[in-house]
């Protein structure tokens, strides 16, 4: 796994870009994965289900993600919770040992769908 990240952001900031394809929405995180993470990301997750009513899976693009504390661990689980109703996984695409280990340590690893697409 590359633990280089292609294009950091500020420290302690999450950048958050959305890109739709049908029943799809990739956003993909650069930066740190704390609490002030959690507005975007509630923000976009929101944005998405009200404006794509098909939507059925949503990426996490975790590749250049530096740094995960649990508000971070806790921000995924409540995406997760906002998109179960409507039956909308939540997928984990090639997380950074700094994300994957914290969940699997926590037990919160196997919540989630995992992808190294």
Known sequence: MDETPSAAAPAGVLDV???????????????????????????????????????RRVQLLLGDVTFMNSAGMAVLVQLQKMTAPRGVEIVLVRPRTVVARPLQL???????????E
């Open 17 to 55: 870009q959305e890109d739709r394809h049908g029943d799809v929405c990739t956003l993909t995180l650069t930066g740190e994965l704390t609490e002030a993470a959690r507005r975007p990301l509630v923000r976009a997750l929101t944005d998405a289900l009200l404006e794509v009513p098909t939507l």
């Open 106 to 116: 926590s037990g919160l690893w196997h919540r989630f769908t995992v992808s190294e």
